[in-house]
């Protein structure tokens, strides 16, 4: 016999893939809290990234815990869909298939992240890659009131500004200060 506890959440929210992993925006000296603004950057199974924010008026509902405020998907992006932004992806390194883990936010400002992740590579058929890539991208991302009823409308943008092969595999990726 064990004791299971109740659910311990404040809230739940839906996204299109299993989350992989999740990051959230460290505190920096001097920053007011911004409505709109990605607080937190989960990378999705499928390779896409899903930026959430917590805002005041959130559509999730309201929270048992005092201070919570339950998030809401601000914009689900594609890091590596070369067709959605103007830049090319390196030409060495294919990006097909890939997905990320072990995402850390390393600086922020008010419209975009730069964060580091670990890109795992896609297995093929008979050919298996031990090596992992770090890297580095900046994701904008920017609000604006969108429909009648005061909703924020958010674009995003991902730009994988550095890449590096590793000799072998990462086992975890944290910020250090």
Known sequence: KSI???PMYASSLELPAPAVG???????RDEAATEGRADFVVALSDGRLALLASDVD?????SLTPGFRPPSVL????????????ETVDGEISYEGVTLRDITIID????????????CPKA?????????????????CSTQTGNVE???AATADVMITSSLLLEGRALRVVNWS
């Not at 999740?22 to 920096?28: K, L, V």
């Not at 093929?124 to 904008?140: P, V």
């Open 75 to 86: 914009a689900i992006v594609d890091p590596f869909d070369a067709n959605a932004s103007d």
């Open 22 to 28: 999740i990051a959230s925006r460290p505190c920096f």
């Open 124 to 140: 093929t058929a008979g050919k298996h890659r031990f090596m992992d890539n770090l890297l580095e991208m900046k994701i904008s």
């Open 108 to 119: 922020a400002d008010e419209n975009s992240l730069t964060v580091a992740a670990v890109s």
């Open 4 to 6: 299971i506890p109740p």
């Open 58 to 62: 959130s559509k999730n509902g309201t």
């Open 150 to 152: 005061g909703a924020l």
